[in-house]
Every structure is written in C-alpha cells, then in structure tokens.
C-alpha cells in the first residue's frame, strides 16, 4: 500500500485528517471508486465481502441530506429500504446535533449512500435527555427489528445502554469514550493514543530496543499504565516504569532527572502526550547523555513537534491515511467540510453493518460474525473487534525525518 500524502491535522485516535484531493485527482470513473471500495470496505468472515450502492454519493438514498441543520422536531433516516442501524446520537444545546456528533451522523449518511445497496439504513436517535430515555429508545428500536446499535452519546448514557442484557437489544457499537462492556455485545470501536504507544512500543522491541521508560502527563490514569505496561510486556519488552511530566518545560525537564536511574537502563523512551512538551522531554533525555535509546512518540503528538531536531528519528504507529482520502472529496462535496476521524469512524460503522447484512441476511448481525478473527478493512485500516469488547487495529509505521512522516512499514495486509 502506498501513502500518497501526509497532511499536518490529526486526531489523537491516530487517524489523520484526509487531505483534500484536487479536482483532477477527485475524477475518477465510478466503476473504479465503487470496485475498490467493495475491496476495502470487506466484511471479512469466511464469504463475507463488502458492500456497495448503486450511487456515488448519499443524493438518492439519504431522505434528510444535511446541507442546512434540520429542525429539533425532525427525526431523520439516512436510506429507505432494508435492515435498520440505529444511530444513537445527542443533539447541541441549539437543538441540532454539532460538531462530533454531527460528524458521526455525516460520515453514517455518506456510508449509507455508497455502500447500503438498499440492504440497510439508518435512523438517527436522539439521546440528549440521558439513560433512562436512552433506553426507551434502545427498546424501540429492538421493536422495530434494528440490528444494530451506534452510540455516540456521553459515556454514562453508553454504559447505560451496554448494561441492558444483551438479549433485550442490537448489538452495541460504542463510537465514543470506552465503556465496560457488561453484558456482552458491546464493542468500543474508537482507536486512542495508548494503541498508537503499544505499536510503537512493539515495534522498537523487534528490532531490539526493549527496556522501555515511558513518560506521561501527570493526569495520565493508573488503569492506562497498567494497560499500557502490559502490553508493552505481552509484546517482549520490559517495563521499566512511568514519569510523570507537568505542561512547563521546566517540569518536564526535571521529571527527566528525577527518572535517571531508569533512564540509564533503558535503551527505548516511549513519550505520550498531546502537547509540545514532548520535545522537551526528549532533548532532556539526549542532553541527559543518553544517546543510545530509541524514541516512541504517539499519534496524539501536535504535528509541529515532527519539526524539532530533538524528535528527529523518533517512531510513531498510527493508522494509515489512504482509506480516508478515498472518501474524502465526496464527504467534502456533501457537507462542504474535511472529513474528521470522526465521520471516518460512523462511515465503518456502517460499512460492518452493510457487509455482514449483504452476505448473511440480518439474522447475521451476532457477535460470531462481529468478531471475525479475520476482521475488518474500512476507511479507518484494518481492524477486528473483540469478544472482550476491544478492537484492535493495525497501524502503519512511521519515522520522523526532516521534520516528516515517512512510512517505515504500511499496515499488514491481514490480521
């Protein structure tokens, strides 16, 4: 696979903002853009493959094509025909649904428009007023034979929703923070910057760089270390132990000194944070006279921390862009803004509930297909869901060089 373009924007879930295509590269015959998405967008599960509409674009199949904010009053539904998902969504304090929210349903709707062939729609739920009206909603929609579940609602009308036994609802799709998956059917979807450290990680224990220090702001939870360590030990490195760095360069500087006992045994620093701070942390360790250490950064580090001369070298594991920029032109043209990780993010969601519906009949929405060993390739790379919960997906590989992303590795072509 090859990248064509690594733009400045990123969300911390380490899927880039899609860059925006010029006209010329933007036309393209149908033919070709709806073979390759029935490629990538596959439902891999034994013959499960992708789906694909009959239409570019979400003009015939969606009733209320968000070019103007509907009206509060307005329930609306992406599609006519088929398998309901239902979209459980809440709306701004102005009655419509913004940002986020408005990107989830966006990016449902484009998904719907190329990949539904009539076989699903979706309806979108308000969920504003909280768990309680949440799961009326959630009842409804078991009545009216909704297949699945996509949440975009705050974590605890979520966890509300994931705690209904699993057999009084759809399969749960949770597109926002985590949330403990209680009774089963539940999957958090979303990718975060501690996926993109244990990449990362891993990959600096392959090429022998295993004793690993990490730095983390000081509000990084206990339950992200412990998950972070682990794997880092899953993956056959050492964990040496965490630092925690306050947002002042001098903070950060210090908690380098005060980890220097670690730091002289560990030959790989792994440094999180969404903040410029990072690179403090780094010509601290450097200035330390630790040069032979390899450094790990993250998805969430701001892209003009690639520039300093103190990252240079430094390896990030994030998902690679190619997929998005493939949907990014018509999301574009549709709601006439980029496309975010977000709306990527409700456009897989859709594509899993078009394949699996496509070529196992709504009866084929259960969790034996949903967690396909074999999993999934979307616009946001390649990934499977969990019967724990989880997803995993793989990342492409990358290395700061000029003040640049260049690909290490591309992401494997299966699981």
């Not at 903040?275 to 790990?296: E, L, M, P, R, Y």
């Not at 259960?366 to 997906?393: C, D, H, I, Y």
Request: aromatic share 6%.
């Amino acid at each position: 696979m090859t990248v064509q373009s690594i733009e400045p924007v990123q969300g911390s879930h380490g899927l880039r903002l899609a860059r925006q295509v010029s006209p010329s590269e933007g036309i393209r015959p149908l033919k070709r853009i709806k073979s390759v998405l029935a490629i990538s967008i596959v439902v891999a599960c034994g013959a499960l493959t992708g789906c694909q509409s009959a239409v570019d674009g979400v003009a015939k199949n969606v009733k209320t094509n968000d070019i103007k904010a509907p009206s509060s009053e307005v329930q609306e539904s992406f599609g006519e025909t088929g398998a309901e998902i239902t979209l459980l969504l809440p709306k701004g304090a102005t009655g419509i649904y913004e940002g986020a929210a408005r990107d989830v349903r966006d990016g449902a709707g484009l998904g719907v428009g190329e990949l539904g062939g009539n076989q699903v729609f979706v309806k979108v739920v308000d969920v504003t007023s909280g768990g309680p009206a949440a799961a009326t909603a959630v009842s409804a929609a078991k009545a009216r034979g909704s297949v699945l579940l996509v949440s975009y609602a705050s974590p605890v009308v979520t966890a509300a929703i994931a705690a209904i036994p699993a057999d009084q609802r759809p399969p749960l799709l949770n597109l926002g923070a985590p949330v403990p998956p209680t009774s089963g059917n539940v999957y958090n979807f979303v990718s975060d910057e501690i996926d993109s450290a244990i990449e990362g990680a891993r990959a600096a224990a392959a090429s022998g760089h295993k004793k690993v220090l990490v730095f983390a702001q000081s509000d990084f939870p206990a339950a992200s270390e412990e998950r972070l360590a682990s794997a880092i030990r899953a993956g056959g490195g050492i964990y040496l132990g965490l630092a925690r760095y306050d947002l002042t360069d001098a903070a950060a500087s210090d908690a380098v000194k005060k980890a220097s006992v670690n730091l002289q045994n560990a030959d790989a620093v792994l440094v999180l944070g969404k903040t410029v701070i990072t690179t403090t942390i780094a010509g601290a360790v450097k200035a330390s006279g630790k040069t032979n250490v390899a450094f790990v950064g993250t998805s969430a580090w701001p892209p003009q921390t690639y520039i300093d001369p103190s990252v240079a070298g430094a390896v990030i594991a994030m998902v690679e862009p190619e997929g998005a920029t493939m949907i990014a032109e018509r999301y574009q043209r549709h709601y006439k803004r980029t496309l975010s990780t977000d709306a990527a993010y409700g456009y897989d969601a859709v594509a899993v509930a078009s394949g699996i519906v496509r070529t196992k009949g709504p009866e084929g929405m259960n969790a034996q297909n949903l967690t396909s060993k074999v999993g999934f390739r979307g616009v946001t790379g390649l990934f499977r869901l969990t019967p724990g919960g989880t997803v995993e997906r793989k990342m492409s590989l990358y290395s700061l060089s000029g003040g640049k992303l260049s690909l290490l590795g591309a992401t494997p072509a299966s699981f």
